[in-house]
Each structure stands twice: as C-alpha cells, then as structure tokens.
C-alpha cells in the first residue's frame, strides 16, 4: 500500500476535483513501496485533472519515462479512471511544453543547477523530480498547493529525500518557494530575490514585508 499525500479539493478549480481518484488509479499500477509512486501519482493526477499535462513540469519524453518507470501499466490499462491520461497524452506528446518567458527561463535555470548541485545520488527519479520543482516555483501559491499535495511537510519531506543537503539548510525555517529562490540566487552569484510566481500569492507581504520608511514609525 502506498502512502502519498491527498490533493486537497478546496485548492482545485471545481473541474479538477477529481485528482485524487485519478491518483489512486495510478497508483494501482505502482512497484510497490516506491518512495515517490505517492508524490508523482499526485503530480500527473493535479495536472490531468487540470486538463494540462504541461503543468507537471515535465516534457513528453520525460513523461513517457516516468510512465514507464513507476506507472508502466497505467497508459494502456482498460480503467475508465485513466481515461484523462489517455486523452490527453497524444495531444501533449504533440504540443509539449509551454515556452517561458526570458525571466521564467533564467530562474528556471537557477533554480536546476541548485538542485542538481545537491541532487542525491541514491535517487534515480531525482531529475523528474527537479523539473517538476522548477516548474511549480512559477506559480503564483504555496509549493505544496502549488504540487496538489496536503501540507508543507510532504515537501519538506521531499526535499530531504532528493537533496538533504540543501533542505538541511533551511534553518530559519523560510517557506519553501522563497528558501529555493534565495538559494538559486545565492549560489549564482545574485540579490536575492523572490521566485516568479511568489507576487502572485496570498502570503507575499508575509515572507516579503515592505521595508518601513526611514524614520517612520517603528
């Protein structure tokens, strides 16, 4: 049995609210206990409930590979559960990714080489997980509403699976979306700066307050 966070439905547009039985289909076609069958199941799952593959992050090609490594039953299963994954994969295998814009493009790069600079070795489905960590960052909410999974712990828990390293580095306990944009632009020599999709969220003035006016009030 697997354990793998639920999409909350409060967080999904009211067409999308079928992601976590989408989930759990995927999941019947699992290796049992695979520490990431939970995560990913839920990805694909938020994305096709979405209708828009791309939003996982992930490439076709990568797609078709991760299909095969953790689902490899689910493309062609006779389950009227899956038949999102089945509409929908042909017509993303022919539009592909959604291109960015030149700033979403030079964090997403930031973003990749600081994760790839503290990648686990230990984790063969890491680069999947990278790619769809640098496509969530560029939207505008919590990384782990932003994910489809239930809390800030199940990315927390991600992190340190794929780059203890890094997630051990959070000491001041920062959310995670702003401690990633920080540690990319650290590591490149940058400002730090908020990650694309961090003005659009509810908790923007929380993580990044106005400076007071000199001689303002304190």
Same mark, same amino acid.
Do not use: I
């Given at each position: 049995?697997?354990?793998?966070?639920?999409?909350?439905?409060?967080?999904?547009?009211?067409?999308?609210?079928?992601?976590?039985?989408?989930?759990?289909?995927?999941?019947?076609?699992?290796?049992?206990?695979?520490?990431?069958?939970?995560?990913?199941?839920?990805?694909?799952?938020?994305?096709?409930?979405?209708?828009?593959?791309?939003?996982?992050?992930?490439?076709? &090609?990568?797609?078709? $590979? %991760? =299909?095969? /490594?953790?689902? @490899? !039953?689910?493309? *062609?299963?006779?389950?009227?559960? #899956?038949?999102?994954?089945?509409?929908?994969?042909?017509?993303?295998?022919?539009?592909?990714?959604?291109?960015?814009?030149?700033?979403?493009?030079?964090?997403?790069?930031?973003?990749?080489?600081?994760?790839?600079?503290?990648?686990?070795?230990?984790?063969?489905?890491?680069?999947?997980?990278?790619?769809?960590?640098?496509?969530?960052?560029?939207?505008?909410?919590?990384?782990?509403?932003?994910?489809?999974?239930?809390?800030? &712990?199940?990315?927390? $828990? %991600? =992190?340190? /699976?794929?780059? @203890? !390293?890094?997630? *051990?580095?959070?000491?001041?306990? #920062?959310?995670?979306?702003?401690?990633?944009?920080?540690?990319?632009?650290?590591?490149?020599?940058?400002?730090?700066?908020?990650?694309?999709?961090?003005?659009?969220?509810?908790?923007?003035?929380?993580?990044?307050?106005?400076?007071?006016?000199?001689?303002?009030?304190?």
């Amino acid at each position: 049995m697997h354990d793998f966070p639920n999409a909350r439905s409060d967080t999904l547009p009211a067409d999308a609210a079928a992601a976590p039985q989408l989930a759990h289909a995927l999941l019947r076609h699992a290796p049992p206990g695979h520490p990431d069958a939970g995560f990913f199941a839920t990805v694909l799952a938020t994305s096709l409930a979405h209708g828009d593959l791309g939003r996982s992050g992930l490439s076709p &090609e990568e797609m078709d $590979a %991760l =299909l095969e /490594r953790l689902f @490899p !039953g689910a493309p *062609a299963a006779h389950d009227a559960a #899956l038949a999102p994954l089945r509409g929908q994969r042909a017509a993303y295998a022919a539009a592909g990714l959604a291109p960015l814009d030149r700033s979403q493009a030079e964090f997403t790069r930031l973003l990749r080489a600081l994760l790839d600079a503290w990648t686990s070795p230990a984790m063969d489905t890491t680069p999947w997980v990278t790619g769809v960590l640098a496509r969530a960052c560029l939207r505008p909410d919590h990384l782990w509403r932003d994910l489809g999974l239930s809390g800030r &712990e199940d990315v927390t $828990a %991600l =992190l340190a /699976r794929h780059y @203890p !390293g890094l997630a *051990a580095r959070n000491v001041r306990n #920062l959310r995670w979306k702003q401690f990633l944009a920080y540690s990319a632009r650290e590591l490149a020599g940058q400002p730090l700066a908020p990650a694309p999709g961090c003005p659009g969220c509810e908790d923007y003035g929380y993580c990044y307050p106005r400076p007071r006016p000199e001689g303002g009030p304190q």
